[in-house]
């Protein structure tokens, strides 16, 4: 993210990471049993979320999409393996789901209007993934952590202000209304990388 918080400008240009960011973000990739994107990101970025820059297995790729609004077309569809599940709900047209079938993806129904996040995670676990890698964006960002879902945070501060108020930002949604109901971060690591700095974060249990 920017200095200012920012992950995509008021466009949705969201080309942040330097080389070096996006190797970490690949070595990350490796390690995760899954790589998890929200519908938006997914109809913004067009992402493929495989990895490129290192060597290493590419995870199952999730789609968060309670109206399964996921293009058939969309360039995820094109790389191998072809490991690609899509998160959605009862509320999603039986037409989309059966296009998105077609091109390979497996549909996994989590809610009634809304993807039940914990359901989906639970699902998930059955079918062996333990390791999920969120990529956001904000608003899953903010479902996920609200819901007590996220262990830790990486983040890399990049060496740039983007401003806007319409900009995406790193945690979205309806926010909480003080500071004493804030999520509370244990740093435990710090790395600099010429001029970007990547902070590692464990995420404090409300008990």
Known sequence: MSLDGKIATKSGDSHISSKDDLRALHRLRTRADAVMIGIRTELIDDPLLTVRYVRGRNPTRV?????????????????????????????????????????????????????????????????????????????????????????????????????????????????VPTINKSFRLQLLKVHRRESEIKLVYKVKRND
């Open 63 to 175: 789609i968060v999409d309670s109206s399964a609004r996921t293009s058939s077309r969309a360039k995820i569809f094109n790389t191998r393996p072809r490991k690609i599940l899509i998160a959605t709900t009862r509320r999603a047209p039986t037409s989309k789901i059966v296009a998105l079938e077609r091109v390979g993806a497996k549909i996994m129904c989590c809610g009634q209007s809304q993807v039940d996040l914990k359901k989906l995670l639970h699902e998930l676990h059955r079918s062996g993934i333990r390791r999920i890698m969120l990529e956001g964006g904000g608003t899953l960002n903010w479902s996920m952590l609200s819901a007590g879902l996220v262990d830790y945070i990486h983040v890399t501060i990049a060496p740039m202000l983007i401003g806007g108020d319409r900009a995406r930002t790193l945690v979205e949604g309806i926010g």
